[in-house]
């Protein structure tokens, strides 16, 4: 059984889309707080810019579960602390 991921990549939405979309005022608050609690430190900043490949992930995710307001704003830091 295959699975087109590119097709499921090209029509997600990106961080700040599938939240304005989906959470409320206050789960975008929630977002928001973990996403600045988040610190890389300076050997995993270097490590995820010494990375040569794109890389893209796709997070199937709740604006709602407590679990992805815990884990997907870290994806997002990780992000920025490549570009």
């Not at 600045?36 to 300076?42: C, G, K, Y």
């Not at 010494?50 to 815990?70: E, I, T, Y």
Request: hydrophobic share 45%; net charge neutral; charged share 20%.
């Amino acid at each position: 059984m295959s699975f087109d991921f590119r097709a499921v990549f090209q029509r997600a939405l990106p961080y700040p889309d599938f939240l304005a979309k989906y959470a409320t005022p206050e789960q975008r608050d929630r977002w928001q707080r973990v996403y600045e609690a988040v610190q890389l430190a300076p050997a995993q900043q270097n490590l995820l810019g010494s990375l040569q490949r794109k890389m893209n992930v796709l997070c199937m995710a709740g604006p709602w579960c407590g679990d992805c307001v815990n884990a997907c704003p870290m994806f997002i830091e990780h992000v920025d602390a490549v570009t």
